[in-house]
């Protein structure tokens, strides 16, 4: 207890000391000592206790350390630890007296001719801090700062205002205004020489025209006018982008799209972008992916972006974000994002349809897909068959999918199949549903005896087997509807075989026979949905047409 008292009166001597080389120890202590040792442990609690008591206080102290000390290692640590300290106060208000003399400091250490660019990245999540708390806590002003970043601007280290820039909050009109039109001029000088620039310049000039694009959607200004003004530096990114790609430099590409995945999920998180937000940079950031010659690892930073905003949101906008990204991959790419397991189901989802829209489109010859792309779906296709979890409606479309491929592979280029028919021969038993699901959507008339005859020979008996009418009502019959429908398809596809008279007239009495029961039992109606019930009725009736 009174080693407490101890500690408590030691720290509020420390903020309220002239000097700061006390606070100075604790933070060379805090990144040298081991963490076992009582100097470090000390410190640490000292360190804490100015936390709780006031953090405000603390900052002040931290931020003039910083502006007195010539040690340039300690300059660092100290606004290092005040950086980590604020992040996790994020909400907490703190009062206005600290907050002004707060703000004097930093727009005093942005301006230090001695800040270099290595702080000033670690000073901009201050100011963001500060930022938030003035205009989004307390729904005050910050003028100061608006001067600040035009100077930092203005300057021959226009990059020191970028940073500063791209952390901010939502800000008011006035205040972007100030800086707005030297800050597209600096950005564009960097975004069209990309070379000349360097990554790391060229990444942060590209988050900056962006954030700006958010911070517009915000203010007063016509959509129009940000059409326009946004529409010139894209075309300023992808000149650049085509141009990196065209020198076999795409790597550098990579390189920005990495970056800015880590600004995006950072800024949209502490900021929470609306629908309008999210549309606007997945849009951007999709002229990207469709430059001309981007190889794979572009593409997919694209998606990893685009998920983003899928994870926020699932609203109209981002969506149409997500699906102008789908419609610029080929067939493959679009399977592999079906394929990832690591993606929320409504991303996968919407990506499994647009790739049966696609082949769709193909099958009715209202666009050509090459062979060579329908080859490449085949493997993949045959790995999602077998993936578990997938849920049923996304499984009836990829269903679809492989009976699109299948026609184009089996009826259109007279290819074999093995793998298909080798999965619903071996999967007849241990995944019937998924087994005979795939094998009904198989439209064509099978007529190939090497695939046939494997899947009948494992796939009937099981068929035949779940043909015994459900027994109850309220359970999931979805199995013997299953079975009823693959039934169906297997007659379809044996009935002008000669060597299978016998199992489809053995079909066409089991179907019947079960039929019969249901209705002697009363049970015709509510077996799954109503439109299930008409299309058994109407199997039925072809069925006994045949058999008479």
Not at 142 to 150: R, T
Not at 518 to 541: A, D, K, N, W, Y
Request: proline residues 2%.
């Amino acid at each position: 207890m009174e080693e407490s008292m101890n500690i408590q009166l030691k720290a509020r001597e420390i903020l309220v000391s002239e000097s700061h080389e006390e606070l100075a120890m604790i933070v060379d202590h805090l990144f040298k000592s081991d963490e076992d040792s009582e100097v470090y442990k000390t410190s640490q609690a000292l360190y804490k206790y100015c936390v709780s008591f006031n953090p405000g206080c603390l900052a002040v102290k931290l931020l003039k350390l910083y502006q007195s000390s010539s040690d340039g290692v300690l300059r660092f640590r100290s606004i290092y630890q005040l950086s980590e300290t604020l992040n996790g106060l994020r909400n907490r208000k703190l009062s206005l007296d600290c907050l002004y003399e707060i703000k004097t400091l930093l727009i005093a250490c942005l301006t230090m001719q001695e800040t270099k660019e290595c702080d000033i990245k670690i000073l901009r999540r201050i100011v963001s801090f500060v930022a938030y708390n003035v205009m989004d806590l307390h729904k005050y002003k910050w003028d100061e700062l608006g001067d600040c970043i035009l100077s930092l601007v203005n300057s021959n280290e226009s990059v020191k205002g970028f940073h500063v820039f791209i952390d901010l909050p939502q800000v008011y009109e006035e205040f972007i205004q100030k800086f707005m039109k030297i800050m597209f001029k600096k950005a564009t000088e960097v975004l069209v020489n990309p070379e000349q620039s360097g990554v790391e310049d060229w990444s942060l000039a590209l988050q900056t025209v962006v954030k700006l694009g958010i911070q517009f959607f915000d203010t007063r200004m016509k959509r129009n006018v940000i059409k326009k003004l946004m529409s010139f530096q894209l075309l300023n990114v992808l000149e650049s982008a085509k141009k990196l790609v065209d020198m076999g430099n795409e790597t550098f590409l990579v390189r920005v799209l990495r970056d800015f995945e880590r600004f995006v999920s950072r800024d949209m998180n502490l900021y929470k972008y609306s629908e309008l937000h999210c549309y606007f940079v997945s849009k951007f950031v999709n002229k990207i992916g469709k430059v001309r010659g981007v190889g794979t690892q572009t593409k997919e930073l694209v998606t990893k972006i685009n998920m983003l905003f899928i994870k926020q949101y699932h609203g109209k906008e981002s969506l149409r974000g997500w699906y102008d990204h789908l419609k610029s991959l080929s067939l493959l790419e679009v399977l592999k994002i079906f394929a990832s397991t690591d993606l929320e189901d409504r991303a996968r989802d919407m990506a499994i349809r647009q790739l049966n829209v696609l082949l769709s489109d193909h099958t009715s010859k209202r666009v050509e897909i090459e062979i060579a792309e329908m080859r490449q779906l085949q493997p993949l296709l045959m790995s999602c068959l077998k993936e578990q979890g997938v849920s049923y409606s996304m499984f009836k479309v990829l269903g679809e999918v492989v009976n699109h491929v299948a026609y184009e592979m089996l009826v259109c280029q007279e290819k074999r199949w093995d793998d298909l028919r080798d999965y619903v021969a071996s999967q007849s038993e241990t995944e019937f549903q998924r087994a005979v699901y795939v094998f009904q959507c198989l439209t064509m008339q099978l007529i190939d005896d090497g695939f046939l005859d494997p899947v009948m020979e494992n796939l009937l008996p099981e068929i035949t087997t779940r043909l015994e009418p459900p027994r109850e009502l309220l359970v999931d019959n979805s199995c013997w509807v299953l079975a009823f429908n693959g039934a169906f398809c297997a007659a379809v596809h044996l009935i002008e075989d000669p060597g299978y008279t016998k199992s489809v007239k053995e079909i066409a009495h089991k179907m019947i026979d079960s039929i019969r029961e249901l209705v002697e039992r009363e049970m015709e109606v509510g077996i799954e949905q109503p439109f299930l019930v008409t299309q058994i009725l109407f199997s039925t009736f072809d069925l006994l047409h045949f058999h008479n």
